[in-house]
């Protein structure tokens, strides 16, 4: 009897903490710049000024880093051959932006 009041709490409280967690993941906040890309050049353009700019391969090596850009537009050549990346955009507010990226 007591096995199944434990079982029935721990279901209660792990459906509890997944509801509490998706609800704070549902708002999507939009970024403040735009990634163009052209073979192997990625332009990231902003309305605020960039500070710090990293691409790294899915496997973890950083391709790319670049800090204290202080500017609204960024532009590099991806030195390596891989085709999907991870972005990181830190904008001058202090605010940090990722995503996945993929090239041709």
């Known amino acids: 009897m007591m096995s199944v009041i434990r079982r029935l709490s721990a279901v209660i409280i ?3 903490l997944f509801i509490t967690s998706d609800a704070q993941t549902s708002a999507k906040e939009i970024k403040p710049y735009k990634v163009f890309s052209s073979g192997k050049r990625i332009t990231v353009k902003s309305n605020r000024n ?27 050549a991806i ?6 990346f991870f972005l990181m955009v830190a904008m001058d507010n202090g ?4 995503e996945k990226i993929g090239i041709q």
């Open 14 to 16: 792990l459906s509890f």
């Open 50 to 76: 960039i500070q710090h700019v990293m691409l790294w391969t899915t496997s973890g090596h950083r391709a790319v880093e670049q800090r204290e850009i202080n500017a609204g537009s960024f532009t590099f």
């Open 79 to 84: 030195p390596i051959t891989d085709k999907i």
């Open 95 to 98: 605010k940090i932006y990722t």
